[in-house]
């Protein structure tokens, strides 16, 4: 795991960022989501999912539609520590990803497949339970066409909670933090 996680800490100084440097706890039998809305150079939603002791993690620069027809962006980065599941705050000027971040949305995650076969297949599927992030969803790798970093696509799979984006937009219908809600 620490080696997982060589390039989030390369990437960060955290004798002045706030971010945790590692840590949190693995879930027991229940596999952990997060989607933090972060205000860096652009603003941006960062998926992240618990597997094998880190957060995987893509930024969806567009956030998450409930539209089946919208295959959204998902850049991957680096994996975070489990302990950024937690992290809200500024992360401070000339920093990696400098920005506000805020919990947009968190909850569990139920891998549909095998989860290891899946990622490294380019093909995940999963069901999110989430506050905002309900239903059957799936993570699909691109070709990389000269992109620094690995494209994926979030997009919606059909089932009771798709709508259209014309009907209902997640993010703009629901754009505050739930860190002070229950966790799920």
Do not use: C
């Amino acid at each position: 795991m620490e080696d997982a996680l060589k390039p989030y800490k390369a990437k960060r100084n955290f004798a002045i960022t706030p971010e945790p440097a590692d840590g949190g706890e693995e879930g027991a039998g229940v596999l952990s989501f997060v989607i933090q809305k972060h205000w860096a150079s652009r603003l941006h939603y960062d998926f992240r999912l618990e597997l094998d002791g880190t957060m995987k993690s893509w930024a969806v620069p567009k956030g998450p539609s409930y539209d089946t027809h919208d295959k959204r962006m998902a850049v991957q980065v680096e994996d975070h520590p489990i302990s950024y599941n937690r992290f809200e705050g500024t992360i401070p000027e000339k920093q990696y990803g400098a920005g506000k971040v805020i919990i947009w949305d968190r909850g569990s995650w139920q891998p549909l497949d095998d989860p290891r076969r899946g990622y490294a297949a380019g093909n995940l599927k999963f069901e999110l339970h989430g506050h905002k992030m309900r239903g059957k969803w799936v993570l699909v790798r691109m070709k990389r066409r000269g992109e620094k970093q690995q494209p994926w696509l979030l997009i919606k799979e059909k089932d009771d909670y798709a709508r259209p984006a014309a009907e209902f937009s997640v993010v703009d219908e629901m754009p505050d933090s739930v860190a002070s809600l229950p966790e799920l």
